[in-house]
């Protein structure tokens, strides 16, 4: 079955550390998204990739830091330069950015935050 | 900048059919996106609407007016499953990835 697999589902870290957010996908699409969701706020874009070795800053990037070294692999670290990181993460994939049709973004489970 | 604005809460009866609106504000509109969320879990696609008119499929249909910048999911024979988020996204013309809205969260009662 392809997917989206987010891990851990849940994560606890103390003030001061940083830390990584895994995200593979087996779809074989070009472009991954990372989103933050917070109670009443939606989705939130942090980063995005649009191909290997590439990705651009989103609306909230500020204290988290990404790569793309694989098509299947798109990790996200929270550094603690991030002042208010407890949270919703969700990643997601898609053929290509715009989604012009009826292939939408496929999202993975999510990881819970927890700053403690 | 770019906008988009749906109602925050919405409650129905199971049964019954329900209409969740989304008006946008942006430039170089493409077309208008449905996903729902169950709490804790991950959206999922719904509909697309890249013209204007109605997209049905099966319980669920979408509704898109260019002209008026404005689109609306219908939710028919609800159920309880139906339960959940669902949000409005927007593509752009331009090679940037979709905006979100904020999410409307639908309750079914009995």
């Known amino acids: 079955d392809g997917g989206i697999t987010q891990s851990p589902k849940y994560l606890f870290r103390k003030e001061g550390q940083n830390v990584t957010l895994s995200c593979e996908q087996n779809?074989?699409?070009?472009?991954m998204y990372w989103y933050r969701q917070d109670p009443g706020q939606g989705l939130r874009l942090i980063y995005y990739s649009q191909i290997v070795n590439d990705f651009q800053k989103g609306d909230i990037a500020e204290g988290y830091s990404v790569s793309r070294e694989k098509k299947e692999s798109f990790p996200l670290t929270v550094t603690s330069a991030q002042k208010n990181p407890t949270a919703f993460y969700l990643c997601a994939s898609s053929i290509d950015l715009r989604q012009t049709g009826p292939y939408g973004y496929t999202f993975g489970s999510g990881t819970r935050l927890t700053v403690v | 900048g770019q906008s988009l604005e749906q109602p925050s809460e919405v409650t129905a009866v199971e049964g019954a059919i329900v209409q969740i609106n989304c008006t946008y504000q942006?430039?170089?509109?493409?077309?208008l996106s449905w996903y729902q969320q169950h709490d804790g879990g991950a959206p999922t696609f719904l509909s697309y609407?890249?013209?204007?008119g109605l997209e049905e499929t099966g319980r669920f249909s979408s509704f898109l007016s260019r002209s008026d910048s404005y689109g609306y999911l219908l939710l028919q024979e609800l159920q309880m499953k139906d339960s959940a988020s669902y949000f409005c996204?927007?593509?752009?013309?331009?090679?940037?990835?979709?905006?979100f809205g904020k999410g409307t969260r639908l309750s079914v009662i009995a």
């Open positions: 609407n890249g013209l204007d």
């Open positions: 996204a927007v593509t752009n013309s331009g090679n940037t990835p979709l905006v």
């Open positions: 779809l074989n699409h070009d472009a």
């Open positions: 942006t430039s170089g509109f493409y077309g």
